[in-house]
């Protein structure tokens, strides 16, 4: 299972820092990333990592602002976000390809588990 925190608040021009703890063990784990969900807009990819190796990847809209990183010791994957805008605010979920895929990151359907989502909000 991967249980998301970190969301809330903040004023626009604001940082946050999204975790996602997973259970499984990291070895099992091929990529995790993260995905977000604005009210009436469909779910969309903002970042992903390779767990062996660290390779990122960043939707065009948060490169630069965002940051994924991963701790292997504490099976966690983080989302640093900074500089933070209004069309930022979202639901946003981690999610994790278990097992070797030679698939995409950037689609839903890239990931086989889900965790809880986390509100973000940022206010102008």
């Known amino acids: 299972q991967l249980q998301a925190s970190g969301g809330g608040l903040v004023q626009a021009g604001g940082s946050l820092r999204l975790s996602c703890a997973a259970s499984r063990r990291a070895f099992t784990m091929y990529r995790m990333g993260w995905f977000r969900q604005a009210p009436g807009k469909e779910r969309e990819f903002v970042a992903a990592i390779v767990w062996s190796g660290g390779r990122s990847y960043y939707a065009d809209s948060v490169k630069g602002r965002f940051t994924i990183s991963r701790d292997s010791a504490k099976n966690t994957v983080y989302l640093e976000m900074n500089s933070l805008k209004t069309e930022d605010a979202a639901v946003y979920y981690c999610?994790?390809?278990?097992?070797?895929?030679?698939?995409?990151?950037?689609?839903?359907?890239?990931?086989?588990?889900w965790g809880q989502g986390t509100h973000v909000t940022v206010s102008s």
């Open positions: 999610a994790a390809r278990v097992g070797v895929y030679s698939g995409g990151y950037r689609s839903s359907g890239d990931y086989n588990s």
